[in-house]
């Protein structure tokens, strides 16, 4: 029997050194991770227990959660991790190495009062040795480059009730002859702007109004990406329906508490007419500051953004309200 003195020698060789290396590895693990203590509490009563909290880069943060009242969540923006839900009195432990200094906004993601947009807090992430890239800053949103007034605009009154839809304008061989899309950027572009070129259009003098404002949403929703379309209206009924209304018509469960200014329609054309993909990106961005519109700029990918923006114009023009293309 010679294999058995062999095979504790290799179990040995490889067995001791690897038990070191895993003792060690969770030691310095032990010691690394960042014990992080939240409660969670609504808005009324301080909100999260810590606004600010610092790390470094590389460096393990074990978060301990609990909620003192009511079902709160827990995200961190921008960090890959999955949301997780605070039950009262119950506690959670979830683990995050920060991989970019930056700033990271934390945030309930669960509805627990008019409140629940003010549960936000902010993870510093610096980089002691200063090896790690820092990450560079978003370039201001297009609405402060074009200097832009996202905050007064008018309405066109005598389009109130006016629907149109993209399925009636799709008549096969009716096209404008003209560019209909701001020149500086698409993006400028608003409906009746875009509608009053296409008014000017000798091509298009046989239709009447509403028909112009069926063939306008037609080609407007033909510009949209189908799967960024379907992409944003999972993220509006996520987090923006309870205010928003399912079909984005202004009625969520929420919106009673928004009287001045009310929560915006995005199927009222007598407002939608007047805006433009930059105007709901900066508003998305940036919020309504001191309306009831969160800010969404820390929390969503610019992706996420700008499928929302898609998906409202498709609730405002295609005519299909929140059905997905
Ligand atoms: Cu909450």
Known sequence: MKWFPRLLLAALLVGVPAAALWSQAAR???DAAQVVTLHARMPEQGGWSLDEIRAEVGQEMRFRLTSDDVVHGFAIARSGMEPISLEPGRWREVRWRPQAPGEYTFYCTRWCGPNHWRMTGTIIVVDPQGIYPTSTAAPPPRFVRYGVDIDSREAIERLTGVR??????????LAPQGAWLDPKDPDLTTPIEAWNRL?????LTA???AALWDLLAYLWTDRLDRDQVRR???TFQANCAACHGPQGGGDGVMAEAFADPPVASFTDLARMATASTVVLEGKILRG????GMPYWGS?????????????IWWMALSGEGSQAP
Do not use: H, K, N, W
């Open 28 to 30: 310095s693990g032990a």
């Open 232 to 234: 944003g209206l999972e």
């Open 299 to 311: 929390i969503l990918e610019p992706a996420q953004v700008d499928a929302l923006v898609q998906a």
């Open 164 to 173: 149109p839809s993209a399925q009636r304008g799709a008549v096969p061989g």
């Open 288 to 291: 309504g500051m001191g309306t």
């Open 207 to 209: 239709l009447d109004d």
């Open 199 to 203: 008014r000017a259009d000798p091509a």
